[in-house]
C-alpha cells in the first residue's frame, strides 16, 4: 500500500509559469520533507515541517514555497520556474522528533520545464 | 554543519563479487547513518542503517560498519546479484529533535555486470 503519495508522477510547465506539486501521506507522521534532486545528484532539502512548523533552508530560492494545510498533506509551490528547476521533487515523512526513524519517500515528481 | 564525503563515485563488479562504499562525516554529533539505494527512475528506499551505539550490523547480503573515532562508515555487498545494480546513497543525522535531517554523501552507481 502506498504510504507517501506524490501527484501529478510527471509535470510538464512553462518557463515562468507557476506549478504545484501535492504530496500526502498514510502514515500520520510529524515531519514532511521536500527534496529536490537533479540527474546523478544526491538529493537536496528544499525545506521541511514537523507538525506546523517550518523549516527553510538558508540557499533554498524564494521561488519555492510550501504548504502543509493539515498532518496529511504537504504542497510545494514553484511561482516562477526556470530552466534549473527541472529536477526530480521527493517528498518525505517521518514519525519525529527521534533522529533514528527512518525516512519514508514517496516516488517523487518529475519536473520539466519548457 | 555537517559534511559527508563518499567514495567510489562509480564502481563496477562482476556478479558473485563484493562491493564496498565508502563515506566519511565530519560532526561528531552524528548519530544515525542510513543508506538508501535508488534505481534509476525511483524512489530513495533504506536497505540498512546503523546507530552510533553499534560498529557493525547485518541484514543477510549487506552489512554495515561504522568507525566512531575515524568518523567513517562502510557499506558492504556480498554475492552481488544484476538486481544490486543501482545508485547508493550514504547519509547521516543527528539528534536535533524537530530539526533533525538527513545530510547525505554524493552518491555511488553500482554495475554489476552479469
Known amino acids: 500500500d502506498a504510504m507517501v503519495i506524490q501527484n501529478p508522477r510527471y509535470q510538464v510547465t512553462q518557463f515562468g509559469k507557476p506549478v504545484t506539486l501535492s504530496c500526502s501521506q498514510t502514515?500520520?507522521?510529524?515531519?514532511m520533507y521536500w527534496y529536490q534532486q537533479k540527474s546523478s545528484q544526491a538529493p537536496k532539502l528544499l525545506f521541511h515541517?514537523?507538525?506546523?512548523?517550518?523549516?527553510n533552508e538558508a540557499d533554498t530560492p524564494d521561488n519555492f514555497q510550501s504548504r502543509r494545510p493539515n498532518t496529511s498533506f504537504c504542497f510545494l509551490d514553484i511561482r516562477s520556474p526556470g530552466l534549473g528547476d527541472a529536477a526530480m521533487y521527493l517528498c518525505?515523512?517521518?514519525?519525529?522528533?527521534?533522529?533514528?526513524?527512518?525516512?519514508?519517500f514517496g516516488p517523487g515528481t518529475r519536473l520539466t520545464v519548457l | 554543519g555537517e559534511n559527508v564525503e563518499q567514495h567510489p563515485s562509480t564502481l563496477s563488479v562482476q556478479e558473485g563479487d563484493s562491493a564496498v562504499i565508502k563515506c566519511t562525516y565530519s560532526d561528531s554529533a552524528s548519530n544515525y547513518f542510513p543508506w538508501y539505494k535508488q534505481e534509476l527512475g525511483k524512489r530513495p528506499q533504506l536497505i540498512i542503517d546503523?546507530?552510533?551505539?553499534?560498529g557493525e550490523k547485518k541484514d543477510q547480503r549487506i552489512a554495515v560498519t561504522l568507525n566512531k573515532t575515524a568518523k567513517h562508515f562502510s557499506l558492504h555487498i556480498t554475492e552481488t546479484q544484476p538486481e544490486d545494480s543501482a545508485v547508493y546513497f550514504c547519509a547521516a543525522s543527528k539528534k536535533g529533535g524537530a530539526t533533525n535531517k538527513l545530510i547525505f554523501g554524493t552518491g555511488t552507481l553500482l554495475a554489476v555486470q552479469p
Open positions: 515541517y514537523y507538525d506546523k512548523d517550518f523549516n
Open positions: 502514515l500520520n507522521h510529524n515531519v
Open positions: 518525505a515523512t517521518r514519525s519525529g522528533p527521534s533522529s533514528y526513524n527512518e525516512q519514508f
Open positions: 546503523i546507530r552510533s551505539n553499534v
